[in-house]
């Protein structure tokens, strides 16, 4: 079974940045999709971003483009995404998780980091 690792959430005032990780076997990184996901307080779980095994393919929600990069890095067997210009509405859980490709359903998830967006 995967084990995949989120890290770096935290609080951020609206219009500050943060990256968080993704660590997965390396396995994972190298032949799956990952994808983020987040689940702010009483709404559903939806996806954010996916990157594909290869990189050629990546996808953003709405919400997320022009202000979420995602990408990842073999050698350290992590997927990064990266969050500019951070909107309270952006606050919730993030989970990465990893899939076929990114048209796929979620197999595996980690456990999860909190993003806090407030002034």
């Known amino acids: 079974q995967a084990q995949l690792e989120e890290s770096g959430g935290g609080f951020v005032q609206p219009g500050g940045s943060l990256t968080l990780s993704c660590t997965a076997p390396?396995?994972?990184?190298?032949?799956?999709?990952v994808g983020w996901f987040r689940q702010a307080p009483g709404k559903e779980r939806e996806e954010v971003s996916c990157?594909?095994?290869?990189?050629?393919?990546?996808y953003y929600s709405d919400s997320a483009k022009g202000r979420f990069t995602i990408y990842k890095d073999n050698a350290r067997n992590t997927v990064y995404l990266r969050m500019n210009s951070l909107k309270p509405e952006d606050t919730g859980i993030y989970y990465c998780?990893?899939?076929?490709?990114?048209?796929?359903?979620?197999?595996?998830w980690g456990q999860g980091t909190q993003v806090s967006v407030s002034s």
């Open positions: 990157i594909s095994s290869s990189e050629e393919g990546t």
């Open positions: 998780a990893s899939r076929v490709n990114c048209a796929t359903a979620p197999e595996y």
């Open positions: 390396e396995t994972v990184i190298d032949f799956y999709a």
